[in-house]
């Protein structure tokens, strides 16, 4: 699958400047990749970033806020306006517009650099009404209750129309990142038929879900639900209170995040999965996942 192809709901191509398009944490120092992770009813974080030893560590301040936080550090040239960076952004409920399609959920910015430096960075998250175009830096209050995940990867250019997995940039330990993707006339469950299969592995699942979809333990490879709640960055989530969606791959050092809940209602609807190989990141979150829900449970 075309990497941008998973970039499908297309609200802003602009032109704009920055340094370099690159993840950057909360000092402002280029990363390889990032993850972080609001729980629900907070306005801190923690985050997760490329290195030798990765694991959870407080972001250095207020999601709400503007200064020392890695997302506005790294968006600082998408929410200002300069000449040198293009910029790709993608929502179902961009900031300042009625809902955009109601048959999708991915959320993200594409930056590029314009210039001869072989840059790009692509941030995916999961909160509504967040990121406007030139600003300013604004956090939707309605969702400081839910809790959400959020992943940058810095990537170089070549790897922009990549059907095969690609390599984050080496500043700090660098990760491979696959893309995986659903069409809604695909009638596929992104998690039973689609990640499971094209994997090639067990998987454990963490996304919203109702009564129909269960742990699926028949076949060669295995289906199984976390159960909520579970304990992640330090905190205690239910699955009722979490806007995250993500899988662990069992035995693969694969973690994915995704777009779609595990419902039947979600085989139309189509999804996307940002899968990163990294050890020590499946780790954290595969102890985060380690208790599961019975089989057809």
């Known amino acids: 699958m075309k990497f941008t192809a998973v970039v499908c709901i297309l609200i802003l191509l602009k032109t704009s400047t920055a340094q370099v398009a690159t993840c950057q944490d909360d000092g402002g120092v280029n990363t390889d990749w990032f993850f972080i992770y609001k729980p629900p009813d907070s306005l801190s974080s923690k985050i997760m970033k490329s290195g030798p030893n990765p694991t959870w560590n407080p972001s250095a301040g207020a999601i709400n806020e503007i200064a020392d936080h890695a997302i506005s550090r790294t968006m600082a040239d998408f929410i200002a306006e300069n000449i040198n960076i293009k910029v790709l952004a993608y929502s179902d409920d961009p900031p300042n ?4 399609n109601v048959n999708s959920k991915a959320k993200g910015v594409l930056l590029i650099d314009n210039r001869e430096t072989d840059a790009a960075a ?12 030139r600003g300013p830096y604004s956090w939707p209050a309605s969702e400081t209750a839910k809790g959400h995940m959020f992943l940058c990867v810095s990537f170089t250019e070549a790897h922009l129309n ?14 491979n990142i696959q893309i995986i993707g659903k069409h809604s006339k695909s009638y596929s469950d992104m998690y039973a038929k689609v990640l499971k299969n094209k994997l090639g592995a067990s998987i454990r699942i963490w996304a919203s879900s ?8 028949k076949g060669q490879y295995q289906l199984r639900k976390v159960t909520s709640p579970l304990q992640l960055a330090d905190s205690q989530v239910s699955r009722e209170a979490d806007s995250a969606r993500w899988a662990v791959v069992d035995g693969k050092n694969i973690v994915c995040l995704t777009t779609n809940d595990y419902k039947a209602t979600e085989k139309q609807i189509p999804g996307a999965a940002v899968c990163l190989e990294n050890a020590a990141v499946y780790n954290i979150f595969r102890i985060a996942a380690s208790k599961v829900e019975a089989c057809n449970k």
């Open 210 to 217: 109702d009564t129909k979809s269960k742990s699926i333990c």
């Open 97 to 100: 517009m009625p809902p955009q």
């Open 162 to 175: 990549s059907y095969a997995k690609f390599t984050t940039k080496a500043n700090q330990v660098a990760a």
């Open 122 to 133: 692509w941030f995916v998250h999961t909160v509504p009404k967040f990121l406007a175009y």
